[in-house]
């Protein structure tokens, strides 16, 4: 299942600028400043009664990290049981196929902790396939929205998970 919304600044490989914004979200750059301008840039649309949950990473920082110091973000709901992301797979040729996406995460988390009336928002840096958020809603049992620094549309609009 997709996500019911996506609050994003835009796509990942026609925008120059927010490719290097993630790129330095990963590697640790400028982090305060990177926070401050997401926060303004998402904060203000975002539902009262939302609760941020981040998506599991394999390396490096994550946009759940970096705002989870101005606001709350559940960490740890999914656990990576393996760290070959299919960006890892597909950038060594591995051919993906929907039999394999999210087969290495798992639920960590007791669902009682959520209200019904919650509005779920899975944070992370990029949406690439949509395959990880496909998975974290699939665990969850409920439909979701999604935050993000970019989204390769291309890529996620030729998937239907």
Do not use: Q
Request: glycine content about 6%; overall charge negative.
């Amino acid at each position: 299942m997709k996500p019911t919304k996506i609050y994003t600044l835009g796509d990942y490989y026609n925008d120059e600028g927010l490719r290097y914004l993630c790129h330095e979200v990963k590697d640790g750059g400028n982090l305060k400043l990177i926070a401050t301008f997401l926060i303004n840039s998402f904060i203000k649309e975002i539902p009262d009664n939302s609760v941020l949950i981040g998506v599991p990473y394999g390396f490096g920082y994550t946009t759940m990290n970096i705002i989870s110091e101005y606001v709350p973000v559940l960490k740890d709901v999914f656990v990576k049981t393996k760290f070959t992301s299919v960006y890892r797979r597909k950038i060594n040729g591995v051919i993906v196929t929907p039999n394999d996406v999210g087969i290495d995460l798992v639920y960590n988390f007791n669902p009682s902790i959520l209200n019904e009336k919650d509005n779920v928002i899975l944070v992370d840096n990029v949406i690439d396939t949509g395959a990880t958020m496909a998975r974290c809603i699939d665990l969850l049992h409920r439909p979701c929205e999604a935050m993000c620094i970019a989204v390769n549309w291309e890529n996620y609009n030729k998937n239907n998970w």
